[in-house]
């Protein structure tokens, strides 16, 4: 007989979700995650990928895959430190360190286990971290397994920031102190202020590192956040995912040779997680050349992001003050947010809503992701969709 505790805790809170209009109900996709997707058999402009330069579907990096699949199989059979390190891992490590332009770099499962990896492999119960107030889930995991004292600050509050190192540093009480913060903020597509969080670092020796999943691929020309900013000697970390602008999965370190050393002997994903398979290894690689060797794609997605964004506020919705390509139409009130979004929905736009609580009360947004595979007429859609849905809602 099973748990009647796990039962029930499982039907009560299950039901509360249900009951509160929040349990997330997942569409599954019956075409790849490309411009367009299909759901329920019906065709949708697709603004809610994070599939930035629409490498996900690229036909050079398919073929790399298979090729990878006819020459290693399907899996890497063990953990990296066992004998699950293919020749294509090296490969792949070395291309991220010219990509990130650091000494080296190390490949995990993806970047969620990169924080988990990443943090506690350096930090401990004797340390403190400083943390962005919105810094993404898997920051926030990451920082708790480590068990150091975790410091909020004020989100990208430079004030704030260096108030606390400033405190942390006088107190004595910690050994080593980190700044850690995303790149690009993913729900209003704001990027860290990085260079003052630098000369903060540097004013108090704070470990600086910073979780590039959104900047990778859009800023410094493809490059990243860190190098948008001329930084790449001065971060610690430089950490990622190569799931969004890369198109494929996984996550990075790149940093020191020595940082990376140590995560190879300490970092526990690495030591006793099966790594990346061939074909995602070889898909990345062909992925990150294609990203060092032209800007085309780049130079696309930020033309697509302007594109929508001008459409959208010329029909007067509020789109935030975001510096990248995400693009938040706000709506506020949250029962119309989601209402708007359903209603795209059925005229032909998949654009999920965000609500509180993973956004503040009263600033529920539809999120709009273009990618450098939407051509101009899909854009003009997706804008007269949204105008035709804005006036009957009575939102513009
Ligand atoms: N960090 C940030 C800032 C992210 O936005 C995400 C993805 N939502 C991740 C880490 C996790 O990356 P992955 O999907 O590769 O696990």
């Known amino acids: 007989m099973t748990s009647k505790k796990l039962d ?28 367009k ?10 603004l809610s990928s994070n599939n930035y330069l629409g490498l996900a579907t690229d036909e050079k990096l398919k073929k790399a895959a298979r090729e990878a699949v006819e020459k290693y ?15 294509i891992h090296l490969e792949l490590e070395e291309k991220l360190a010219q990509f990130k332009y650091t000494e080296a770099a190390i490949a995990y499962q993806s970047g969620f286990n990169c924080n988990m990896a990443a943090i506690s492999a350096v930090m401990d119960k004797n340390d403190a ?17 480590s068990k150091a004292k975790i410091i909020r600050f004020n989100h990208s509050d430079m004030d704030d920031l260096r108030a606390k190192a400033k405190e942390a540093t006088e107190s004595g009480l910690y050994n080593k102190i980190m700044v850690i913060t995303d790149g690009v903020f993913s729900m209003d597509g704001d990027i860290a202020k990085l260079p003052e969080i630098v000369e903060i670092a540097e004013e108090f020796d704070l470990i600086t590192y910073v979780d590039d999943a959104h900047g990778s691929g859009v800023l410094g020309k493809g490059a990243g956040t860190v190098k948008h900013f001329g930084l790449s000697d001065k971060i610690d970390f430089q950490i990622g995912t190569l799931s969004k602008a890369i198109g494929v999965v996984g996550g990075y370190v790149a940093g020191k040779q020595s940082l990376i050393d140590w995560l190879k002997v300490r970092s526990r994903p690495f030591l006793f997680s099966t790594s990346l ?13 294609i990203l060092m060797e032209s800007t085309e794609l780049n130079e696309k997605l930020w033309e697509n992001a302007n594109y929508l964004k001008d459409g959208l506020k010329k029909l007067g919705f509020d789109i935030g003050e975001s510096e990248t390509p995400i693009t938040p139409c706000i709506i506020g009130d949250e029962v119309k947010t989601q209402e708007f979004s359903k209603r795209l929905n059925e005229e032909g736009v998949y654009a999920k809503s965000i609500v509180f609580p993973t956004v503040p009360r009263g600033t529920g947004r539809v999120r709009n992701m273009p990618s450098a595979a939407h051509t101009t007429d899909m854009l003009d859609e997706a804008i007269g969709i949204y105008q035709k849905v804005g006036k009957e809602m009575g939102l513009i």
Do not use: W
């Open 37 to 46: 997707i299909k759901i329920n058999g019906k065709e949708l402009i697709n």
């Open 8 to 35: 029930s805790f499982l039907d009560e809170n299950l039901n509360d979700l249900k009951g509160r209009g929040l349990y997330n109900v997942i569409d599954p996709l019956e075409s790849p995650n490309g411009p």
């Open 129 to 145: 971290i400083l943390s962005d107030e919105l810094n993404h889930a898997s920051i926030i995991d990451g920082c708790r397994l």
């Open 73 to 87: 199989g399907v899996g890497a059979g063990a953990v990296r430190t066992i004998n699950g390190t293919l020749d």
């Open 277 to 289: 398979t061939p074909a995602d290894i070889a898909a990345c690689i062909k992925s990150i050349e």
